[in-house]
């Protein structure tokens, strides 16, 4: 009830009762995610209807739960939360915190949003392309409905920009409230930044006598590594020294485990939570005194060129660093260190780039052209992304068929466009359904969901490592990765005990955690698809059944396809670029006229991942359209 906002609640309400829009800019940490719903709900408890944005599900979650606790109600009745695949409001909601692709669904469905009463767009700093999109929607929806308000919140930048935006909306100012947060640089720049991360985890655990810690790391293989190696050195842990509770937190994890983050380790324990940025913002663990960054983070780039989109490892921006640190001051004074040097630190880009400027941009314009945007490049934009890429993205729906040829959306890019998946995952699930092999497809594409399956060997393991595997090679016929993946999981499914599913996939170097995910994916997909669970999880596919598999992708990924020519080098089909199959592929040394492959990687030169074969007639009987017109 300290929290610097609830001083100035009477001002707030006063404004939000009379503003349509208004900024609310604040340091992190001052209440506004927890306190300015409740504010406003207070104006007219019967009547308001607020649904607050939240880039990040774990986020929308956590903060239902901690404000339906404040107000001493359970969750999911005046205080709800709506993410992919879980909701948890009903018709008594009168807060609900969502993700913001759930409110863009909403938004599809019910186009003035006549549910609520007030939108906050919460972490609108941080720029995602979805929150992007939804400032655009929104300020043509306060056109109609007079009767809506808007509240945009962010950390302490780019307020006037957004003010700007709608109409020079009234801007105003929270104090932060922060606890002083001692930072510590490293000397030199280290060579293993994971390795770096555990020894300061380690140090910490022995020089502190209380206080949890938080380690930000790049992804899930890092953090993955990094639990590997506290758990080994937990084993020789003096037993003066709390015992550590190690406890993973990345976006594809279930959702009861990231919520074990939140809660206090069973016995003495220490907790330690390995995180990627998904806990850079909004979070708050509770105990945290301790920040360990390791100033890296992935970020999805789109190469326009190739049509396709990677993860890189690059370092975060000075604001994403200042966030990082911030985690450790929420509750008490804390220590934050920086796994690179000062030098380092100022070189930083002072920003993370906006993510619209980077990323592929089919997945909104398809909802843009779902909602009725005819001209995509004379829509409203917050922030306008490059005409290149607008232009290879309405190629690739075209291609997928979500629009016909006058650029409209057809009913299959209706359906993609309500799919919780990419348009081209999207497509392949739709195509499936009709060619009668959704459930291998399922499993596929759930797998597919999942970062870092199937682990790289050390390059002096890799022989003994594919000889294992070559048995799941050889039962799927020589038809490539995707059928490789699906014989994998059916073996593991038939497995016992969870040690000997461990063992297993230890010995394959298979991610035996990421493979226990699986099946919570595929069950919520087919929730989604409205498919009823079919028992055939272990139906061995057959050589025409395998085909069909491999079309349906086809018809989600033709851009993702290239040809041999004959000196045996891969060519794409879009772009004439030269790849090489990896070699970690089944298909690695094989030869076949042409190539589909569902991943792309580059390192000292293009990859493609996933790889399958197809025959070029296919490409002519998947996509006609698509093929016809390039060569026009
Ligand atoms: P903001 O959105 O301005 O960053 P929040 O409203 O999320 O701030 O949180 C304000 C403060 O409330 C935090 O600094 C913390 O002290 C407390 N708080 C919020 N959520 C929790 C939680 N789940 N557990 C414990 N304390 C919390
Ligand atoms: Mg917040």
Redesign the pocket.
């Known amino acids: 009830m300290s ?1 610097p906002i609830t001083a100035a609640q009477d001002v707030l309400r006063e404004k939000f009762a009379k503003n349509r829009v208004t900024i609310l800019v ?1 340091e ?8 300015v719903p409740k504010f406003i709900r207070s104006l007219d408890p019967e009547h308001e209807r607020i649904a607050i944005t939240q880039p990040r599900r774990v986020a929308a979650i ?2 239902a739960r ?1 404000v339906a606790d404040e107000m001493k109600v359970s969750v999911g009745k005046e205080v709800g939360y709506t993410v992919r695949f879980s909701n948890m409001s009903g018709a008594s909601t009168g807060i609900k915190f969502l993700t913001d692709g759930m409110l863009l669904r909403e938004l599809l469905v019910k186009p003035k949003l006549s549910q609520y009463t007030t939108i906050v767009l919460d972490e609108a700093h941080e720029r995602t392309l979805l929150t992007d999109l939804l400032m655009g929607f929104l300020k043509a929806l306060l056109r109609q409905r007079t009767d809506l308000r808007l509240v945009i919140m962010s950390a302490t930048i780019d307020a006037e920009r957004f003010s700007a935006f709608y109409d020079d909306a009234e801007v105003l100012y929270v104090q932060g ?1 922060m606890y002083n947060v001692e930072r510590f640089y490293l000397p030199a720049p280290v060579e293993d930044v994971v390795d770096a991360a555990v020894r300061t985890v380690v140090q910490i655990a022995m020089g502190e006598k209380t206080g949890d810690i938080l380690v930000f790391l790049a992804g899930q293989e890092e953090i993955d590594k990094a639990t590997d190696m506290l758990t080994e050195v937990a084993q020789s842990w003096p037993k003066e020294a709390p015992e550590l509770a190690v406890l993973p937190l990345y976006a594809a994890l279930p959702q009861n485990q990231q919520m074990a983050v ?1 809660e206090r380790p069973k016995g003495n324990r220490r907790k330690v939570v390995l995180a990627t940025n998904i806990a850079e913002t ?1 979070l ?1 663990i ?1 105990g945290v005194r301790y920040v360990v960054d390791s100033g890296l983070h992935k970020v999805k780039v789109w190469w326009h060129d190739l049509g396709l989109d990677s993860l890189l490892v690059v370092p975060i921006s000075q604001s994403s660093a200042a966030q990082r640190m911030g985690r450790a001051g ?2 008490a004074p804390g220590k934050c260190y920086r796994l690179y040097t000062e030098q380092d630190y100022r070189n930083l880009k002072t920003q993370n780039e906006p993510e619209v400027l980077r990323c592929d941009v089919a997945s909104p314009l398809l909802v843009l052209k779902c909602a009725g945007v005819d001209n995509v490049f004379k829509w409203d934009w917050f922030e306008r992304p490059q005409k290149k890429a607008m232009v290879a993205s309405l190629t690739q729906l075209y291609a997928l068929g979500a629009l016909d040829n006058a650029g409209a959306i057809t009913p299959l890019g209706r359906k993609m466009a309500l799919l919780p998946l990419a348009p081209h995952l999207a497509a392949v699930l739709l195509k499936a359904q009709a060619a009668g092999v959704e459930d291998a497809v399922l499993d596929i594409v759930s797998c597919l969901s999942i970062e870092n399956l199937l682990m790289n060997p050390h390059p002096d393991k890799r022989d003994d490592v594919n000889e294992k595997r070559q048995p799941f090679v050889q039962a799927s016929a020589g038809m490539g990765d995707l059928l490789v993946l699906r014989e994998l999981l059916v073996f593991f499914r038939g497995l016992g005990s969870r040690d000997e599913k461990r063992d297993w996939c230890r010995d394959l170097y298979i991610n035996f955690r990421a493979m226990s995910n699986v099946e919570d994916i595929k069950r919520q997909l087919q929730g989604y698809l409205k498919t009823k669970a079919r028992a055939d999880n272990d139906h061995r596919i057959t050589a025409a059944e395998a085909e069909q598999v491999i079309k349906c992708f086809l018809a989600g990924f033709v851009c993702n396809t290239a040809l041999m020519l004959p000196d045996r080098s891969y060519k794409t089909v879009v772009g004439s670029q030269t790849i090489n199959i990896h070699p970690s592929s089944s298909m690695f040394g094989k030869r076949t006229e042409a190539i589909i492959y569902t991943e792309y990687i580059f390192t000292t030169k293009a990859y493609a991942r996933m790889v399958s074969p197809i025959q070029l007639d296919w490409l002519q009987e998947i996509a006609p359209h698509f093929l016809n017109r390039r060569e026009a």
């Open positions: 929290l604040g992190t940490g001052s209440g506004k995610s927890t306190q956590n903060l901690r409230r939140f909004s708050t509770p929420r509750e």
